[in-house]
């Protein structure tokens, strides 16, 4: 159950990452589209919501209304999870897309649909002040 949790969630983060492009006049910081925001997570027949909260926090929500504490980290071109035992973690080379679904493996060999019903706007890079 514990694993499948983790699953669910490291898929969620695959898909924000595998999603969508940046635009040249946008910049991507891996994870600033989902940060404050929840993803559907299918694996395995069985849908969790992921919240991933500031800091590196999450709560992975079961199918059936059971909060599970976690962690998430976005770096290295990898999305990954941790409810305290080893991560489970996806590719993470591109910003999700809002309402477009993406299937992705990790590094448990799980494969898990993830769905961000919302993100964030991409922010524009700081312009030079002369």
Same mark, same amino acid.
């Given at each position: 159950?514990?694993?499948?949790?983790?699953?669910? @969630?490291?898929?969620?983060?695959?898909?924000?990452?595998? @999603?969508?492009? @940046?635009? /040249?006049?946008?910049?991507?910081?891996? %994870? #600033?589209?989902?940060? %404050?925001?929840?993803?559907?997570?299918?694996? $395995?027949?069985?849908? &969790?919501?992921?919240?991933? %909260?500031? $800091?590196? $926090? !999450? =709560?992975?929500? =079961?199918?059936? *209304?059971? !909060?599970? +504490?976690?962690?998430? #980290? @976005? /770096? *290295?071109?990898?999305?990954?999870? #941790?409810?305290? %035992? +080893?991560?489970?973690?996806? +590719?993470?080379?591109?910003?999700?897309?809002?309402?477009?679904?993406?299937?992705?493996?990790? &590094?448990?060999? !799980? =494969?898990?649909?993830?769905? !961000? +019903? &919302? =993100? &964030?706007?991409?922010?524009?890079?700081? *312009?030079?002040?002369?």
């Amino acid at each position: 159950m514990k694993q499948r949790v983790i699953g669910l @969630a490291a898929g969620a983060a695959m898909l924000a990452g595998a @999603a969508g492009t @940046a635009s /040249a006049q946008m910049a991507w910081m891996p %994870g #600033s589209e989902i940060v %404050g925001q929840t993803l559907q997570v299918q694996t $395995n027949g069985v849908m &969790n919501s992921v919240y991933f %909260g500031p $800091n590196g $926090n !999450a =709560t992975i929500t =079961t199918a059936g *209304g059971r !909060a599970v +504490p976690a962690t998430w #980290s @976005a /770096a *290295g071109g990898q999305l990954c999870l #941790s409810t305290g %035992g +080893p991560q489970e973690c996806w +590719p993470y080379t591109q910003a999700f897309r809002a309402g477009q679904q993406i299937a992705l493996t990790s &590094n448990c060999q !799980a =494969t898990s649909t993830f769905m !961000a +019903p &919302n =993100t &964030n706007p991409m922010q524009q890079p700081a *312009g030079e002040r002369g």
